[in-house]
């Protein structure tokens, strides 16, 4: 290969480096008006009155909307459209917008915000999941399952009680991870303006402008047709600017009342109440295993705290789940999920999406059970690796694995086998694994079509522009994209443009979630380049007088022997013989075995597989924590462009030590007598504590390439998998570093000094949730794994027994 | 305090003359008044680096400088940064190596570099690690961005030799 696995500067480096990457912001038309939202003091309340006379009245002032404004509700997912762009009686969480000034300029725009008047009949707070469950009144949304409980999911793949009684030892642990946000540095911002022929345009910083599309159209009641959104490359994701945003239907309406562009920009306090971060998660673990350290069953029971809206959180709860059986080895599996509305921010998709936290209680309990097993945490690992091309016991197809590889790799440059339990008092090492998907093999609203397309056109001039709906968000789909129609058709990347992320002019893609990129995007430009890579050398095998499958595309030329042709040469001929060139290719997912309600959660064409080492320096006085190094190993299957995929490896490792270690989203209550709101405790980016490059350890990283069948050469994803080791290493090493046991995150100094205390006072050295509450999980779904004779259909509980 | 200020600064090498609301930052001027969108912002309260420009040299974040404290004096941004079309070797080594990903927090890290380098002709790891620990970056982990920075440091070494 040419261009595939070659080290290259990025298509769009230079722009980014020159400042000439034009983000959301950076966008200025001529005759664009400022807007600012008003948003909710209180955590929790009923509009009574909404008085906005004065706000109207304050010159260079050219609207006020307010919820009146916008009847239709939306929402990322089609089972909760339950968030309105402006809050028309009832606000949820400090923050949520209900109202908006649009004005001549930001300062004037953000003075008439004061002079709206609101009046608020205050309700009780719901602070915790907790209180959740022992408040239903005041309900937060009316349509959750019961109470203030958003939704409840229970499964059950084989008998795990009975899996469990016959275990050689059974593991119990509860976790808890704390919620937190994504941080990226660019602040969300929209601009919506009419063009020429009077129809709407949004440039924005999503994610996801197919679903903003989608969402526009339904809340604006305007056609599909006559809206396009761009996606701006945005200044960071990290999953939070994946959800579809009240702004961007506010801004949007506002530009079509007025009939000028229109500008939003959000300021740091506003992205941390946009949030849709990562959710809190309490779990419950229950593992059996054999005295040789074969897994036996687990069941998993889970409480994620939404906050006021559902965005993702159905998908997340499902997620908190769902990837538990892709790691290792697990013949039953039982799993037990409930999500809570809080009145907090609402929580959503934050790089690895709802997995990160099962993965740290799953990782942390293994080191447990290797520690009482009496074997090595790695070679109890290598032991229980799934197998490549199997089923899992919840019905997932795995095909590629390169983990134990991965293991191999990171014990031996971290020179494991000398250091684990070998260092002195205050040093430690500890190991995690992890897996994830390579996009989610099912949309998020239903629909048989594909979940991307791309289209390629090629003219005399030897030009190749290609057109996908995929979006730039940093992670380098543009490179990816251009890599591999330049490959295909033996091109320099320089000779390949790429126009992405705009829903007038690109084909169909769902969006940069779920590491679905790079495999969904790169098999549909592999179809498109081929069909037009057919055609050429149909007509160059013409003149060279050649059979055209003897022909090779490469270095711009298209030869056999010595007869060639240069590639404009040859795509001169093609257009000659064929007419105007162009092709069009799509993907969408093999069908997942699965076949019971729930199931379409957790498929995905291939997974990768992460192994991780992490050494600590734990100072007992002070409970300070020191990373000096990190070793990583990332099945990637294939890599593209080898300078991005470690970049995105290492980027995770940052992103991971960093929540492992100090990133939390986390509230407080105002004194009663002043008020019952819930209020973000550190709403800005000084007191939001996140790793600087003096934080940052060395990182070795190595690419280990299985490739996977399902994907473009075999490629696999790195953008979120590889955080996914990462804070379960961390645990397990500062255990071994001090032996005590920090069982949730994020793991601070104070933390540390408390399990020392215990320990010192002859207690159990462990800091960690005490207590889980009892949760209404309903009866389970009952799903017989594959080897129980199985068809991937739920059966009734009375007939379990008898397959079993 | 009158409602716009008028003064005259160099921006990149070039004299400006300008009017301007009085309360603008440098940050709002840059980006507003003279469509230098390049320089980017973060938070706007001097807590992230994005908005990282050179005033006389000296990396300031110009989200805490008022455009009024800005006359005679030398203000360089990303935009002045490459050589006509040549990228500065700071910019062709951050674009080779990955230490751009989204690209957001680049130009304020290549100007604080750039102030670095200018003043230090090979520094350590750690002294590269100390000069960018103002600008959060949360793409790369921050190891290529080291890496672009010994090298461009190395690009430059060879440039002088030359």
């Not at chain 1, 600012?36 to 003091?41: A, G, T, V």
Request: hydrophobic share 40%; proline share 7%; charged share 25%.
């Amino acid at each position: 290969m040419n261009v595939i696995g070659k080290p290259r500067r990025r298509v769009d480096g230079r722009a980014k480096v020159t400042g000439q990457t034009r983000f959301a912001d950076d966008i200025v038309l001529p005759r664009m008006l400022h807007m600012k939202l008003l948003r909710s003091p209180h955590a929790h309340a009923l509009i009574r009155e909404i008085n906005v006379e004065k706000a109207k009245q304050c010159p260079g002032v050219h609207l006020v909307l307010t919820g009146k404004d916008f009847p239709v509700t939306f929402g990322i997912l089609p089972v909760t459209q339950d968030e309105y762009p402006l809050a028309p009686e009832h606000v949820r969480y400090v923050g949520d917008p209900v109202a908006a000034v649009v004005a001549k300029d930001e300062k004037t725009a953000t003075e008439a915000l004061d002079l709206i008047e609101v009046q608020y009949k205050i309700l009780d707070t719901i602070s915790s999941p907790e209180e959740a469950l022992a408040k239903p009144e005041p309900r937060i949304h009316a349509y959750s399952e019961r109470g203030n409980i958003h939704r409840l999911q229970a499964f059950e793949f084989g008998d795990v009680d009975a899996a469990l009684a016959k275990s050689d030892h059974v593991f119990e642990d509860l976790f808890f991870y704390e919620g937190n946000t994504h941080l990226p540095i660019e602040q969300h911002a929209a601009v919506a303006a009419l063009d020429g022929e009077g129809k709407l345009t949004l440039w924005s910083s999503t994610q996801v402008p197919h679903y903003v599309h989608r969402c526009l159209a339904r809340v604006l009641r305007v056609p599909a047709s006559q809206i396009r959104v761009i996606a701006c490359p945005n200044g960071g994701g990290f999953g939070g600017k994946c959800d579809v945003c009240n702004h961007e239907m506010v801004v949007a309406k506002a530009a079509m009342l007025l009939g000028r562009p229109v500008k939003i920009c959000l300021n740091r306090e506003e992205v941390f109440y946009m949030h849709r971060g990562r959710h809190p998660v309490l779990m419950k673990m229950r593992t059996g295993v054999t005295r040789d350290g074969k897994l036996t069953g687990m069941h998993v029971q889970t409480l994620v705290d939404g906050g006021g809206y559902g965005s993702y959180g159905v998908a997340s709860t499902f997620y908190t789940g769902a990837l538990q059986t892709v790691t290792y080895e697990l013949p039953r599996y039982k799993f037990d999920a409930a999500r809570v509305f809080t009145n907090k921010p609402p929580c959503g998709p934050k790089r690895g999406h709802g997995t990160p936290q099962p993965r740290f209680g799953q990782e942390v309990q293994l080191d447990k059970i290797a520690e009482r097993l009496g074997m090595d945490p790695a070679e109890l690992r290598l032991g229980i690796v799934a197998k490549p091309d199997s089923l899992t016991a919840n019905w997932l197809k795995i095909g590629s694995i390169g983990l134990a590889e991965c293991i191999r790799q990171v014990v031996a440059r971290s020179d494991w086998n000398s250091k684990f339990k070998k260092l002195p008092y205050g040093r430690g090492v500890g190991l995690a694994c992890g897996s994830y998907l390579c996009g989610a093999g099912l949309p998020i609203y239903w629909n048989r079509m594909p979940q991307c397309g791309v289209q390629l056109l090629l003219d005399r001039s030897g030009q190749v522009t290609v057109f996908c709906g995929a979006t730039e968000i940093g992670q380098g789909s543009d490179d990816v994209l251009v890599a591999i129609v330049a490959e295909v058709l033996g091109i320099d990347p320089i000779e390949v443009r790429c126009i992405t992320g705009d829903t007038g002019i690109t084909p169909v893609d769902l969006g940069s979630y779920s590491s679905r990129v790079t495999v969904m995007m790169g098999n549909a430009a592999i179809q498109a380049s081929q069909k037009l890579k057919d055609l050429i050398a149909i007509a160059a095998a013409e003149q060279l007088e050649v059979a055209p499958d003897r022909l090779t595309f490469a270095n711009g030329k298209v030869f056999f022997d010595n007869k060639s042709l240069s590639f404009m040469e040859a795509v001169g001929f093609a257009e000659e013989k064929f007419g105007t060139l162009g092709a069009v290719g799509s993907y969408k997912p093999p069908r997942s075995p699965g076949r019971y309600k729930g199931a379409g959660v957790g498929p995905s064409p291939a997974y990768s597989y992460t192994a991780c080492v992490v050494e600590t320096d734990v100072d007992p006085k002070t409970g300070w924590i020191t990373v000096p190094k990190i070793w990583i190993a990332h099945d990637i299957g294939r890599t593209i462009n080898p300078v991005l995929a470690r970049g995105q490896v290492e980027g995770s490792v940052y992103m991971g030590l960093s929540e492992a270690l100090m990133e939390e989203q986390v509230f407080r209550r105002l004194p009663p007598k002043l008020s019952s709101a819930l209020v973000h405790k550190i709403p800005s980016l000084l007191e939001y504590k996140s790793l600087t490059s003096l934080d940052m350890p060395e990182v070795d990283t190595v690419l280990i390439e299985d490739p996977d069948p399902n994907c473009p050469f075999g490629a696999k994803e790195a953008g979120q998998g590889p955080l996914l080791p990462v804070m379960p290493a961390v645990a397990n090493a500062i255990y071994d570093a001090i032996g005590v046991r920090i069982d949730e995150l994020p793991i601070t100094p104070d933390k540390v000094l408390k399990a020392l205390q215990l320990k010192a006072q002859g207690k159990p050295a462990r800091v960690g949730p005490e207590h889980f509450p009892a949760v209404p999980y309903p009866e389970p779904l009952i799903v017989p794994p594959p080897w129980e004779g199985g068809d991937g259909k739920e059966i009734k509980k009375n007939d379990a027994a008898a397959v079993v | 305090m009158p409602r716009t200020l008028q003064l005259g600064l160099s921006v990149n090498g070039e004299a400006v003359e300008l009017s301007f609301a009085a309360y603008k930052t440098l940050l709002e001027v840059l980006r507003e008044d003279l469509g230098l969108t390049g320089t980017k912002h973060g938070c706007e309260l001097g807590e992230c680096g994005a908005c990282a420009v050179l005033i006389d040299g000296q990396p300031q974040l110009s989200c805490l400088v008022l455009a009024a404290e800005c006359e005679g004096r030398a203000v360089e941004t990303v935009e002045g940064l490459a050589r006509g079309a040549e990228l500065h070797p700071l910019q062709a080594a951050f674009a080779d190596l990955g230490a751009a990903q989204c690209g957001y927090c680049t130009p304020g890290i290549l100007m604080t570099a750039k102030a670095l380098l200018d003043k230090e002709k090979t520094p350590t790891r750690e002294r590269i690690k100390e000069a960018i620990s103002g600008n959060l970056c949360r793409c790369t982990g921050y190891q290529q961005i080291f890496e672009a920075i010994e090298e461009a440091a190395l690009r430059l070494e060879h440039e002088r030799h030359r």
